[in-house]
């Protein structure tokens, strides 16, 4: 990955970061805050860079074909080196760690992983929110060891129930019942809180949104239609490619009305919407026609230890040097909050005010999605 990297000794020895500019809130919690008085809550963690899918949204089959490089294995970090990063990070007052890829489920063994962050405490005493974000082709072998490992929640990425749909986006071939078998598995296994994310690209899969809903509704699945964002350089992303949310929420209400839901804690990505008969919860989440960059409490570590600030972002700082470089965990967590501390990105906002690109700040490629997960 040839991603750019900011040195340790560029970012430790940056000043401090001053007040929130613009009267922005401080958050009423938290040990950290960034440039703008978001706090660090949420810690996203991608265990691999491979995935057994093509889908052109992420990792296009032309760009990421049978000759591609991934990481090799010791360029990732150990299990023991992502439970001690994510100590660190809960010690700054992060409360739910989610794992991501590539697929996570390619990572052997890592219910093993989930056992260990499982133990992480939280700096209220609330339990650890570990969640799991998969495309669901091994969860219904893995389901009751990652739920007896102390995972809690699931989300699935299912892009259309048609078949013949479901298998181009993968460009793998692979078929919506083994997806739908995933999803048996995990609520067999106990996981109570499932929500299946769909990816909404128009003219490829916007007649699957109906079918969805209705396969969804009444099963205590949260269904969530995600507007197509420019992650990465590789996707070919268009803005006439987008549908809006709001398209997506009059064509739902066809179905039956909805009613808006309370809002959720602060951070959530997804605006939530339940069916007014009760049958169940849907969600929208309109990164790119309703920016939320405004309250994002989420940072990245990448497979080999790099952080990234937000999802568009071009460079990532290496914690991996400092792990094997025989810092001690409070020199790691200094780190953490110099990096958090200059934290000002905003670039869904930022995006409408300039022209579509592929490069992110300085003309650097923005980091690929299978790098950093979603």
Request: with cysteine; charged share 25%.
């Amino acid at each position: 990955m040839a991603d750019k990297v900011i040195p340790i000794a560029d970012w430790r020895s940056a000043p401090p970061a001053p007040p929130p500019a613009g009267g922005a809130a401080v958050p009423p919690s938290g040990l950290l805050s960034d440039r703008r008085g978001r706090p660090l809550r949420d810690l996203r963690i991608s265990v691999t860079d491979r995935c057994n899918f093509r889908c052109s949204y992420c990792m296009p089959k032309e760009i990421f074909g049978r000759d591609h490089r991934f990481l090799p294995h010791a360029a990732l970090l150990s299990f023991e080196e992502t439970t001690r990063l994510a100590r660190l990070f809960a010690a700054h007052g992060v409360h739910k760690l989610r794992l991501t890829g590539g697929e996570p489920l390619l990572r052997k063994n890592l219910e093993h992983l989930v056992a260990m962050l499982a133990e992480i405490p939280t700096v209220d005493g609330v339990p650890m929110d570990l969640t799991l974000t998969t495309n669901a082709s091994l969860l219904a072998r893995k389901a009751q060891a990652l739920k007896d490992a102390g995972l809690q929640r699931v989300t699935i990425s299912l892009d259309a129930l048609d078949d013949a749909v479901f298998r181009r986006m993968n460009d793998v071939d692979f078929a919506v019942a083994d997806v739908l078998a995933g999803i048996d598995a995990a609520q067999r296994a106990g996981f109570h809180s499932i929500k299946v994310n769909m990816v909404v690209r128009r003219g490829t899969n916007e007649q699957e949104i109906e079918p969805m809903a209705r396969h969804f509704r009444g099963t205590g699945i949260t269904l969530r239609f995600i507007e197509y964002m420019d992650v990465g350089s590789t996707n070919g992303w268009r803005m006439d490619h987008v549908l809006p949310s709001a398209e997506v929420l009059a064509r739902l209400n066809v179905i039956h009305p909805l009613e808006p839901v309370v809002a959720g804690p602060l951070g959530e990505t997804a605006e939530r919407w339940r069916w007014r008969d009760g049958g169940g919860e849907i969600g929208l989440i309109s990164s790119v026609t309703q920016a939320f960059c405004h309250d994002c409490n989420r940072a990245r570590l990448s497979t080999e230890g790099k952080l990234f600030l937000c999802l568009f972002a071009s460079r990532g700082h290496d914690l991996r040097a400092l792990l094997r470089g025989g810092a001690a965990d409070e020199q790691i967590s200094d780190a953490i909050a110099a990096a958090w501390g200059q934290r000002e990105d905003r670039y869904s906002e930022l995006r409408g005010l300039q022209p579509a690109s592929v490069d992110g700040p300085g003309g650097e490629r923005r980091v690929e999605m299978h790098y950093i997960g979603g």
